[in-house]
T-cell receptor
Framework: QQQVKQSPQSLIVQKGGISIINCAYE??????FPWYQQFPGKGPALLIA?????SEKKEGRFTISFNKSAKQFSLHIMDSQPGDSATYFC??????????FGTGTRLQVFP | DGGITQSPKYLFRKEGQNVTLSCEQN?????MYWYRQDPGQGLRLIYY???????QKGDIAEGYSVSREKKESFPLTVTSAQKNPTAFYLC???????????FGDGTRLSIL
């Protein structure tokens, strides 16, 4: 019940295309859903986050869509660029201060 | 600049040896965390601390120990009891509960 399932494991997208990464959870107590971006040899950096009181949050080219009834949330990267090539992690937490991470998606954007 | 500093970037351990990974933050954050990252497994929580002189076990605490004597420092010791220590170790901090966690750039530990 504490797992966060992330898919796909890897994703290849053409420059200018849309990248979509999906996550699903079981624990209905989760109330905070961040996405992290990680480049090789670096720590993850917070990209965007959402709480369940909204169904969508957009920051620039990055959008989180949240479906509370389906217990799913997804990251959409519009107009994907080669510089977006990285590993993306979804995560979830309740008020226990512990983040549960998905297994990551390696995104490659080709010119 | 405010941030989280992990050192060293690379660390090698001999069999039967304890090693300590450093994590320092100057963000004035109350909470600090240690994660282990293995290929294909995401990040798993080792230990976390919400306040000085207090810490809790995460999901994979066996073979690890921590201390939190100062607000800005949260060192992790990988003991000889940890049989598979080769991994990328990440330290994070947050202002308090349920706030965004910010990560350092990690320490890669390998076995000689």
């Amino acid at each position: 019940q504490q797992q966060v399932k992330q898919s796909p494991q890897s994703l290849i997208v053409q420059k200018g295309g849309i990248s979509i990464i999906n996550c699903a959870y079981e624990n209905t107590a989760f109330d905070y859903f961040p996405w992290y971006q990680q480049f090789p040899g670096k720590g993850p950096a917070l990209l965007i986050a959402i709480r369940p009181d909204v169904s969508e949050k957009k920051e620039g080219r990055f959008t989180i869509s949240f479906n509370k009834s389906a217990k799913q949330f997804s990251l959409h990267i519009m107009d994907s660029q080669p510089g977006d090539s990285a590993t993306y992690f979804c995560a979830a937490s309740d008020r226990t201060d512990k983040l549960i991470f998905g297994t990551g998606t390696r995104l490659q954007v080709f010119p | 600049d405010g941030g989280i500093t992990q050192s060293p970037k690379y660390l090698f351990r001999k069999e039967g040896q304890n090693v300590t990974l450093s994590c320092e933050q100057n963000l004035n954050h109350d909470a600090m965390y240690w994660y282990r990252q293995d290929p294909g497994q995401g990040l798993r929580l080792i230990y976390y601390s919400q306040i000085v002189n207090d810490f809790q076990k995460g999901d994979i605490a066996e073979g690890y120990s921590v201390s939190r004597e100062k607000k800005e420092s949260f060192p992790l010791t990988v003991t000889s009891a940890q049989k598979n220590p080769t991994a990328f170790y990440l330290c994070a901090s947050s202002r308090n509960s349920n706030q965004p966690q910010h990560f350092g750039d990690g320490t890669r530990l390998s076995i000689l």
